[in-house]
């Protein structure tokens, strides 16, 4: 399996590229701002065939090249339908002005062909198959994207902003939700086994074992109910 993943723009928004190998069909998950280049030189190393954008939440860093990089190559974006709005609408998503400068280097809108995605379904793309898990509470309609043990290839876990390493997304813009997004880390990630690869919205690769044993968010609903003075303070990571 190829995975080529990369930070792209002002937010460091982490792009992958998934293809079973080199010079077959790929997957593209989140081209945020300004990853269209970014996209077309790991296509062209690889020699990929891109057949969709699938997108782990609706916020600008996320999918601010989707226009162009659908565009490009004539696919669908798939994401869920509580974040579709954001696509045409990201100052409404953030609950604020993104700036005007920045807003110029933006291509807002749909692409043409937009799939939603839902709660347990199981994309089948580019030979590859993802499972998707609704996971609320950094939006309402973020999702994860989790691929299936191979062989001597452990499962890997794309989690957008709901799990970093070391911590989890932020929930104090609009449709975020502190107890949400505790909610989603424990019915959603707590379940995987701990070899599972974690690559996330931004930051470094991770792994399920390693956030269990320190990261501070995933150690509290594991612990269950407590103490709130022990539970950690809501993160203002990313966007």
């Given at each position: 399996?190829?995975?080529?993943?990369?930070?792209?723009?002002?937010?460091?928004?982490?792009?992958?590229?998934?293809?079973?190998?080199?010079?077959?069909?790929?997957?593209?998950?989140?081209?945020?701002?300004?990853?269209?280049?970014?996209?077309?030189?790991?296509?062209a190393k690889h020699r990929l065939k891109p057949v969709a954008v699938i997108l782990t939440h609706g916020h600008i860093d996320h999918v601010a090249s989707v226009v162009p990089v659908c565009g490009a190559h004539d696919v669908p974006a798939w994401i869920h339908p509580a974040d579709r709005y954001m696509m045409s609408d990201p100052a409404k998503a953030l609950g604020r002005s993104i700036g005007t400068q920045l807003m110029?280097?933006?291509?807002?809108?749909?692409?043409?062909?937009?799939?939603?995605?839902?709660?347990?379904?199981?994309?089948?793309?580019?030979?590859?198959?993802?499972?998707?898990?609704?996971?609320?509470?950094?939006?309402?309609?973020?999702?994860?994207?989790?691929?299936?043990?191979?062989?001597?290839?452990?499962?890997?876990?794309?989690?957008?902003?709901?799990?970093?390493?070391?911590?989890?997304?932020?929930?104090?813009?609009?449709?975020?939700?502190?107890?949400?997004?505790?909610?989603?880390?424990?019915?959603?990630?707590?379940?995987?086994?701990?070899?599972?690869?974690?690559?996330?919205?931004?930051?470094?690769?991770?792994?399920?074992?390693?956030?269990?044993?320190?990261?501070?968010?995933?150690?509290?609903?594991?612990?269950?109910?407590?103490?709130?003075?022990?539970?950690?303070?809501?993160?203002?990571?990313?966007?």
């Amino acid at each position: 399996m190829l995975i080529a993943g990369f930070p792209a723009g002002a937010w460091g928004t982490n792009c992958y590229l998934v293809a079973p190998a080199a010079g077959e069909e790929c997957v593209i998950i989140d081209p945020g701002h300004q990853a269209a280049e970014g996209v077309e030189e790991a296509v062209a190393k690889h020699r990929l065939k891109p057949v969709a954008v699938i997108l782990t939440h609706g916020h600008i860093d996320h999918v601010a090249s989707v226009v162009p990089v659908c565009g490009a190559h004539d696919v669908p974006a798939w994401i869920h339908p509580a974040d579709r709005y954001m696509m045409s609408d990201p100052a409404k998503a953030l609950g604020r002005s993104i700036g005007t400068q920045l807003m110029g280097e933006l291509t807002v809108g749909e692409p043409d062909d937009v799939k939603e995605l839902a709660e347990g379904s199981e994309l089948k793309l580019a030979g590859l198959e993802f499972t998707v898990a609704h996971a609320p509470g950094h939006t309402k309609g973020s999702v994860t994207f989790r691929m299936p043990e191979q062989a001597d290839i452990p499962s890997v876990f794309f989690s957008g902003d709901l799990l970093f390493a070391g911590s989890i997304g932020r929930t104090d813009l609009p449709g975020g939700d502190h107890a949400e997004i505790l909610e989603s880390l424990a019915r959603v990630c707590l379940p995987l086994d701990d070899s599972t690869v974690v690559l996330s919205g931004h930051g470094p690769q991770t792994s399920i074992g390693r956030e269990r044993a320190t990261n501070p968010f995933l150690r509290q609903v594991a612990a269950g109910p407590g103490d709130a003075a022990d539970a950690a303070a809501p993160p203002r990571r990313g966007m």
